[in-house]
């Protein structure tokens, strides 16, 4: 059977002024954690929060953990190794850096971070005591970082590894900055960790091992072309190796800082945007074109789902017309709220239509949609109520299945309006096996405008109290709007827009209202 192709896309008015508020990434400030004794085994403790200042305990022959930390180090620096023993060499612990590891004396810690930086899916720390990371391979480079004061005037943690493999394991979540020296040799003495002679290699393995962490690039005065280039590679900046002091690198960690966490906010942002709009564009692509060339009918419909920031919800409708010139509408609903029960209720929409164009009409229709919706839904509970209405070519009849679902509003000439009869009124789709859904002959008459709706209309509330609207209510809000002389597309705008006054808010369900004219 030959199937209509409309000239024109008829886009249905769609609902959904709603705005929010983009979210920015915020920040969890934690507590520095007090190192445990090395005379004593410690049990386990839990990976700290960005933002918590872990501390490393001393090796097996310091007893002390002030000794080791601050042993070699500048006054008002605190560093996690001295001049000749890093963190890792001397068996150190890291105390809560990595989830689980085992501390105690002569403990290592645990191994580097397989996901980037050792963050476990998380940001690095942006409260407390910021922590720095240097990334040198100098025998006597503790000394290449001065004493360093962040904003409210606390040392900065400093962290020294002498190689990739030790800044793998001492990469915590709590490290804030990264200070990368570009004459860093590989054990291959290659500044390429590849051999591959590209002199920003190491910076680069840095940045895959550390994507979410900021990153200054250390270089010798006069190259300042490298620097730039490393900052183009993905460094927040770069400094001069003999020109460094106290301020000028105190103000460079906590402006990469704050660079990288503006420039991370800023790429979710984006992407979340970028999503948004796929979304977007995916849900007005689901939602029905009618197709009603060659009829004289007038169609309009409004829609307005009750997810936020959605454009599909679970109600659904289409509109056809087959070639021997019948007019066929539906609309139905979905239980429950979500993107699955949208997906679910354009599944049974496109289904509706193919069985239309095969012939297909009431019982039979209906019988076949609930064969699909029991292979579809994701749970025996779910459900759809539907309502189906077939206009004779001549549009002075209809047939009317109603499955659990409300019945049309049908207004015309000299009539009030008023509901279409729901006595055989069948149940549900997907609720009992074997069911049937009797046809009912309706007479429309030469002038008619009808009204298909789903129950988000009507369940809406009444002021303040738990009074819903229901059809009754809906009926007479409808004459007051016929006799103010509304009709199409004004007239369901208006029939929304006072249905949410009267709920005192926003609807919670989804809307889906279709109104065809003679």
Known sequence: ????????????????????PASTPASVSGSPSTPPSMSAPVPPEPAP??????????????????????????PGSVRDGSAGETAADAGADVVG?????????????????????????????????????LIEDDPA???IVPELLDSAGQPIRVRTARNLTEAGRLLTHDVHCILLDLALSTPGGSTSPDGDGDELAVLRHVLRLAPRHAVLALTASGDAERGAEAV????????????????LLSRAIRYAVERKRSDTAERRLAEGRLRAQENARLERGLLPTPLLEGSSLRFAARYRPGRSRALLGGDFYDIVRTPDGTVHAMIG??????????????????????????????????????????HERGDDEIFATLCTVDIAPDGRRAGLCLAGHPAPLIARAGHPAALLPYDNNGPALGLLSGARWPRMQVELGPEWSLMLYTDGLIEGRVGTGGERLGQDGMVEMVRRQ????????????????EVRQLNGGELTDDVAVVLLER
């Open 333 to 374: 609903d979905v239980s429950g709220h979500g993107p699955d029960e949208a997906a679910l209720g354009v599944e049974l929409r496109i289904a509706w239509r193919a069985l239309t164009f095969a012939g297909l009409c009431g019982d039979e229709l209906l019988g076949t949609l609930q064969q699909v919706l029991e």
């Open 141 to 143: 480079g503790s000394a």
């Open 49 to 74: 929060e960005s933002g918590s200042v872990a501390e490393v305990g001393s090796g097996a022959e310091s007893g002390s953990v002030a000794d080791a930390a601050v042993a070699g180090s500048p």
């Open 232 to 247: 183009r590679v993905g460094a927040q900046d770069y400094l001069f190796r003999d020109e460094l002091d106290g301020r």
């Open 1 to 20: 059977m030959p199937v209509p192709v409309p000239r024109q896309r008829a886009i249905p008015a769609l609902e959904n002024d709603r705005t929010h």
């Open 97 to 133: 850096h990595a989830a689980g590891a085992p501390t105690g004396g002569g403990g290592r810690a645990g191994a580097g971070p397989a996901d980037g930086g050792g963050t476990t899916g998380k940001d690095p720390g942006t409260g407390g005591a910021l922590t720095l990371l």
């Open 482 to 497: 016929l006799a103010r002389g509304l009709r199409g597309e004004p007239l369901l705008r208006a029939a929304v827009q």
